[in-house]
Nanobody, 115 residues
Framework: QVHLVESGGGSVQAGGSLRLSCATS????????MGWYRQAPGKQRELVASNTSGNTTTYADSVKGRNTIYRDNAKNTVYLQMNSLKPEDTAVYYCKVASGPYVYWGQGTQVTVSS
């Protein structure tokens, strides 16, 4: 069983920064994709950024140039560094790991950006 534990959310003013962490435990296939999604009230969950074990990264257009996804394989942790935060970044952020035929989600962490 794989478990994901997210941390690092909080409240910041516009222009500020946050770093989200997602620590994974359990058995994950060597070829995997780790990513961050977000869901704002009344909206669908959307991809923010993803990173494959082959180091291919993908970013939503809305966060390109402001967010960086990276992983520490020794710690089995994936991070999302968010800079120049905007009020429209306010959402619950979820970590997702796709490993072989399995998909795992974290419990979510709230990010609130005030203007």
């Amino acid at each position: 069983q794989v478990h994901l534990v997210e941390s690092g959310g909080g409240s910041v003013q516009a222009g500020g920064s946050l770093r989200l962490s997602c620590a994974t435990s359990g058995r994950i296939f060597s070829f995997n994709t780790m990513g961050w999604y977000r869901q704002a009230p009344g909206k669908q969950r959307e991809l923010v950024a993803s990173n494959t074990s082959g180091n291919t990264t993908t970013y939503a257009d809305s966060v390109k140039g402001r967010n960086t996804i990276y992983r520490d394989n020794a710690k089995n942790t994936v991070y999302l560094q968010m800079n120049s935060l905007k009020p429209e970044d306010t959402a619950v952020y979820y970590c997702k790991v796709a490993s072989g035929p399995y998909v795992y989600w974290g419990q979510g962490t709230q990010v609130t950006v005030s203007s």
